[in-house]
């Protein structure tokens, strides 16, 4: 076993025999309740689109707001709608979905925190894995305010991933990115940048359910995909990353990115320009570059409990070490999040994504799926993605791309939290990946089935 999950391991058999009061992360006072309910009218066009004072007039005596009621009839700052309709970007999860945070008033100005700290015992079998101990997680500040007919929302993203070096943490299965800006990772997940986003959006109401918004961001996230899979509430609490992240979210920290949409009650319809270039090995720093790619996205709500989302999007030059390749991409995604009995919060995500690529005429689809779940009971949260990728970077060849390996991944996790302070939980955890290989990678992996184990540490600002 890996010396480094021996801590995690010890904690979590001291937090276990806490009470069992301990307050769950997703404090049940800003989760969505059990049976969901159509959201209030909205304001008037003068003072809608997130103008969290129009629907909450009593604001101004609570200016701590992250145990109460409100965020469920705050406005999106987007659109009319309730604000936990808002995931990563510009991007939609269910109105249901569990909206944790610290709120507080400041003026005409809502400011909003919230925070993970996972520190990291992983451990990759077989002659392609690896161990190692790192710390992730992401620490997110939003500023917004009413503005004319709409709301302003400034907000800010940053990541310690940097500091577990420039060559991330083993992961059987994952590729992408590179460490040294020749060589791409493989069996290895790389690190986010230091600074994940710094965007400003903007809308407009044009009705009582309608609006119009632009938003702007350096790093950002152009209109593609379903939420980031940091913020999927199904899967956040792993601190495992996905082996479909380069198909289905890995533009969530694009080097330059404009979106202009329109939302039509619970539709809504975006396009992007953006800079698909990979982010580089050099993680502490904010690149540039032409906003020369194109995605477009279609969401819709049909129900409180459930988020829609297709996607497409033309992606200039991505790879940093294939340069002159260009891709399309497609994606499609279904998001559900509830109450499924007093006190259970169930949620789930099912998401496809399509890389096609052109090498010297010869077309190349490569397809990926994940599916993804958590149920939370009180303290507790089971976790579990099942994932399927066709990946050509497994097995490198001298011309840069290789066959489409079919490989897949079924991980299963746990975690406890334990309420330390009023704003501050830690929680415990673990999960169990099998990794599933065609014939011919089984011998390069050890094994048609090499396991992958990860023992966590967290704090959670809240």
Do not use: C
Not at 17 to 31: F, N, R
Not at 123 to 146: C, D, I, K, N, V
Not at 417 to 443: K, Y
């Amino acid at each position: 076993m890996n010396r480094a999950l021996l801590p995690a391991i010890a904690l979590a058999v001291t937090l276990t025999a806490l009470p069992a009061s301990a307050q769950h992360l997703h404090d049940a006072d800003i989760a969505a309740p059990a049976t969901p309910t159509t959201p209030s009218p909205p304001a008037p066009d003068h003072a809608m689109a997130g103008s969290a004072m129009a629907s909450m007039p009593d604001m101004a005596s609570m200016p701590d707001m992250a145990h109460t009621h409100t965020p469920r009839v705050m406005q999106g700052a987007l659109g009319p709608y309730p604000m936990a309709r808002e995931g990563s970007g510009t991007s939609w999860q269910p109105d249901t979905s569990a909206h944790a945070g610290l709120h507080r008033m400041d003026g005409d100005w809502m400011l909003m925190a919230h925070g993970v700290l996972d520190v990291v015992g992983d451990h990759q079998s077989g002659p392609r894995g690896g161990e190692a101990t790192f710390a992730s997680g992401m620490l997110m500040g939003m500023a917004r305010r009413p503005l004319g007919g709409g709301t302003l929302q400034l907000k800010a993203m940053l990541s310690p991933d940097p500091a577990m070096g420039p060559r991330g943490y083993p992961l059987l299965l994952a590729s992408g990115e590179t460490a040294n800006g020749v060589d791409h990772l493989v069996d290895r997940q790389h690190p986010h940048d230091a600074v994940m986003e710094l965007s400003a959006s903007l809308s407009h109401g044009i009705g009582n359910s309608s609006s119009v918004f632009a938003y702007a961001g350096l790093p950002g996230e152009p209109a593609f995909g379903p939420p980031a899979f940091m913020h999927r509430e199904a899967i956040r609490d792993s601190p495992e990353a996905p082996i479909s992240h380069h198909w289905l979210d890995s533009t969530h920290i694009s080097m330059g990115v404009a979106t202009a949409g329109v939302v039509l009650g619970r539709a809504k319809f975006e396009l992007s320009r953006f800079n698909a270039r990979e982010p580089d090995q050099h993680r502490w720093n904010v690149e540039t570059g032409a906003l020369d790619s194109t995605a477009i996205r279609a969401s819709w709500n049909p129900l409180d409990s459930i988020a829609l989302q297709a996607s497409w999007g033309r992606f200039q030059d991505p790879e940093q070490l294939e340069p002159g390749v260009d891709q399309t991409r497609w994606s499609a995604s279904a998001l559900f999040a509830r109450d499924v009995a007093p006190g259970w919060k169930l949620a789930s995500t099912l998401a496809w994504g399509r890389k096609s690529t052109d090498h010297h005429g010869a077309r190349q689809d490569d397809n990926a799926f994940a599916a993804e779940a958590s149920l939370a009971h009180g303290a507790w949260t089971l976790f579990g993605r099942a994932e399927s990728t066709q990946n050509r970077e497994l097995v490198e060849r001298e011309d840069g791309h290789g066959i489409a390996h079919r490989v897949g991944k079924l991980s299963l996790g746990v975690v406890r939290d334990a309420r330390i302070a009023e704003h501050l939980s830690v929680g415990v955890g673990g999960l169990v990946a099998v990794n599933f290989l065609p014939d011919a990678l089984r011998a390069a992996y050890g094994g048609s089935h090499p396991l992958g184990m990860m023992g966590f540490v967290r704090l959670v600002l809240d």
